[in-house]
């Protein structure tokens, strides 16, 4: 599995293609985003956070994803001036994909298949949460809801899961990535 994302294809918001092998030798932070989600203000500490590494060698990657209530529902390039203009994100963005079900782009089949399992110390209140409000939420290695985020090491493995809840800029997940950085 180490190296099998970096071969699978992907597609920039500017409608370039690639694949992982572009960020080759750098810590990644994946997260599936939203831009109408209760979670979108995520999109600060994610920029922060970019900026925060960048120089040692991070990079965040956005995949908008409109699989959870219907909370990405913009063309890519209106998500692309929302993402940019509401929050200043500067990170790159991946035209929008589907990362739950039988129709989940390879890439969150590889890494739901590496790590089954999110981590992240409110998991479970958002689990209740969304359940408060009649949301079915579910069953893991699935994802449970906009901004899940992987963490993936300069060697090119999933290292890491953490639950959406889990802000970006949150010390378990800075540690991670501090912790990779320094591989």
């Given amino acids: 599995m180490a190296n099998d994302l970096y071969s699978i294809p992907l597609t920039r918001m500017d409608g ?9 030798g750098k810590v990644l932070l994946l997260v599936n985003v939203a831009s109408k989600c209760g979670l979108t203000p995520q999109y600060d500490a994610l920029e922060k956070t970019y900026k925060r590494f960048h120089d040692a060698g991070f990079e965040v990657l956005g995949f908008p994803a409109n699989d959870f209530a219907g909370q990405e529902p913009g063309s890519n390039e209106e998500i692309a001036q929302f993402c940019r203009g509401t929050f200043g994100a ?5 035209q929008k994909i589907t990362v739950v079900g039988p129709e989940k782009h390879p890439l ?3 890494l739901t298949a590496a790590i089954p399992e999110s981590q992240g110390s409110g998991k479970q209140g958002m689990i209740d949460g969304l359940v408060k409000y009649g949301i079915k939420t579910n069953a893991e290695p699935e994802l449970l809801w906009n901004f899940e ?3 993936v090491g300069r060697d090119g493995k999933a290292s890491a899961r953490f ?3 889990t802000l970006p800029d949150s010390p378990e997940l800075t540690a991670v990535i501090e912790q990779e950085l320094a591989k």
């Fill in 149 to 151: 985020k992987f963490v």
């Fill in 90 to 94: 500067s990170f790159p963005m991946f």
């Fill in 163 to 165: 639950s959406p809840d």
């Fill in 16 to 24: 370039s293609t690639g694949t992982l092998a572009d960020f080759h």
């Fill in 108 to 110: 969150y089949a590889a």
